[in-house]
């Protein structure tokens, strides 16, 4: 039973132990509304599926260059360009087992033990954990929910310290929904420009679900590609959750130390999965815009129903398929003579009384919100709010 310190002090991930929990009570027989997973509920388009189809058939199914068949980088090159306005050449690509594994290379490659990183709040669950198989110290920066959960440049300033080696953020974030603009990372580049070793992983991945415009990378900002370590994939954009594609787009000496992590751990990710990603980096954004449109009528419909809901502050996310309500309202209330001490227990208390599964702000370091996933029909989404309402009104 002796497991190494390092798998003891990693923290399993909430939104998966949600999610669990969530399926085997529906395996028992319970009416759950599951909210729990970032993962659109839509089929991979047909283009990208008929291409893995004929890769199948024409046997491309051998080992590929650790980074991922030329092509297909070269593909990921043309997307940055036409998409992003960046040059990069295919050496500063790094195709791999999902966006999640694109980030544990970059951490792995970069950062000592003793490093800090400057993460702010809340986050995706998994950055923290990343860092702690590096022995690198996160260092939590809060935002409010007055600020769209949104670091500003004075907050950065603030926090870096002769040990800062890095930032992680990302934007469409998870689990706020912010976005960041422009002229916002501008700001931030300012600041990240002034000290010579600081460099940024920039959290791309739900780029194609944005509301409010074109999106904007912290890459494109001048003097910043050379900082910048973009993370991206195809799993929320094209709906390729299981296919386990992610990218990495960084300076070529980052890229080629990411490819010899890589090479130890997985080598290159599927053959087939590589073929699925090439189509999709052939197509155009518009091309799935009929997703991001109807993310943003779901945003609106559970914006909408939060806001009637009495403790519930709820801004308007501006892109991803998540929302991140203050709850705080019904922290030290009773039902039953349980008190909700805190946001896993409000969870808990929807899970059980409403059939409603959500995530505890908690996991995102964000004690006082809870992450709702809108990403399932807008029949449900109606269904799990009414709950939710009910269930809210049985507190005292």
């Known amino acids: 039973m002796y497991l190494s310190n390092r798998v003891n002090h990693l923290a399993e991930s909430q939104t998966i132990a949600m999610a669990r929990k969530t399926r085997d009570l529906i395996a028992q027989g319970a009416d759950i509304i599951n909210l ?38 070269q593909a990921i090159c043309q997307k940055f360009k036409r998409d992003n306005d960046l040059d990069f050449t295919p050496e500063e690509i790094v195709v791999s087992t999902g966006a999640k594994q694109s980030i544990a290379n970059a951490v792995l490659c970069m950062l000592n033990p003793g490093d800090e990183v400057i993460i702010p709040a809340p ?39 002769p040990k800062t080696r890095m930032m992680i953020f990302s934007s469409p974030c998870n689990p706020s929904g912010s976005v960041y603009s422009a002229q916002e990372l501008a700001a931030l580049a300012d600041v990240i420009k002034e000290h010579e070793n600081l460099y ?22 001048n003097g910043m590609k050379e900082r910048t ?62 997703m991001r449109d109807a993310f943003k009528k779901r945003r609106d419909l559970v914006v909408k129903k939060l806001n009637e809901i009495k403790g519930f502050v709820c801004n308007n ?27 896993s227990d409000f969870c808990l208390f929807l899970l059980e009384t409403a059939g409603v599964s959500t995530v505890p702000g908690s996991a995102f370091g964000h004690d006082t919100c809870i992450r709702i996933s809108y990403a399932t029909a807008e029949e449900k989404l109606q269904k799990a709010m009414d709950r939710i309402k009910q269930a809210v009104e049985k507190l005292h």
């Not at 590929?64 to 092509?71: A, F, I, P, Q, R």
């Not at 940024?200 to 900002?221: L, M, P, Q, T």
Request: glycine share 6%; proline share 4%.
């Open 36 to 73: 729990t997973l970032g993962e659109p509920d839509f089929n991979t388009p047909d283009v990208i599926k008929e291409t893995a189809k004929k890769a199948v058939d024409a046997n491309f199914s051998f080992y590929t260059h650790v980074s991922g068949y030329l092509e297909l980088r």
């Open 123 to 161: 986050y995706w669950v998994t950055y923290t954990e990343i860092l702690k198989l590096s022995e690198a110290k996160p260092v939590l920066v809060q935002t409010t929910i007055d600020s769209n959960f949104k670091i500003t440049a004075q907050q950065l300033k603030k926090a870096i310290s």
């Open 200 to 221: 940024v992983i920039s959290d791309e991945i739900y780029e194609h679900i944005n509301f409010v415009g074109k999106h904007a990378s912290i890459a494109h900002i």
């Open 229 to 290: 370590l973009i993370i991206n994939g195809v799993s929320k954009g094209f709906a390729m959750t299981g296919w386990r594609g992610g990218i990495l787009a960084a300076p070529k000496w980052i890229a080629q130390a990411c490819d010899k992590m890589q090479g130890q751990f997985t080598s290159a990710t599927s053959s087939i999965t590589q073929k699925a990603m090439y189509a999709a980096m052939l197509l155009p954004a518009e091309s799935t815009h009929y």
């Open 317 to 343: 996310p501006d892109g991803a398929f998540y929302v991140f309500p203050d709850v705080r309202f019904f922290l030290g209330k009773k039902y039953q003579e349980k008190t909700i001490q805190n946001t």
